[in-house]
């Protein structure tokens, strides 16, 4: 089986000056603006990064509830932050780490069993595999 999915961004003008969309073919992100201010200087509006935060943190979690389905476990909370560290380095920017941040709550889960799952969750999910950046993980139960 092959799942495409499609994003697409629009971008007008300079690298300091100009001005971009970003486009996802669901309409959850329609025309949404994004630029240097938005990714370098902290002004309202997207970046890539957090684009890619929220899709990694979506991707573990979503991999998560499907290890602890097989281990016949079933959240009642699964709350991922993922935070992606942008740096300038000697040829440019680069993304040398995403740190997952996960408070789960499972009935009948103990701390292992826990720990496991996430871990196989992190290693396996589609977007960890794909990232050749340090994935580090912090997983507790609430």
């Known amino acids: 089986m092959k799942i ?3 994003g697409s961004a629009h971008w007008e003008g300079g ?11 669901s309409g959850a992100l329609s025309g949404y603006p994004y630029g240097f201010a938005s990714r370098f200087e902290g002004v309202a509006g997207s ?3 957090e ?6 943190a979506a991707c573990f979690t979503m991999a998560l509830s499907l290890v602890l389905a097989e281990a016949g476990l079933t959240a009642t909370a699964l709350d991922t932050t993922a ?5 300038q380095g000697e040829t440019g920017y680069f ?3 995403v740190e997952l941040t996960l408070r789960a709550s499972i009935p ?5 069993t826990f720990q496991k799952a996430a871990a196989t969750a992190k290693a396996n999910c589609p977007l960890s595999k794909v990232l ?6 912090d997983a507790a139960l609430v």
């Open 95 to 97: 993304i040398p780490t």
């Open 132 to 137: 050749n950046a340090e994935i580090s993980l």
């Open 51 to 56: 684009l890619l935060g929220a899709a990694h």
């Open 47 to 49: 970046n890539p990064e």
């Open 15 to 25: 690298l300091k000056d100009g001005k971009g969309a970003i486009t996802t073919a």
């Open 4 to 6: 495409r999915r499609t």
């Open 83 to 87: 935070v992606v560290t942008l740096e």
């Open 108 to 112: 009948g889960a103990d701390d292992a």
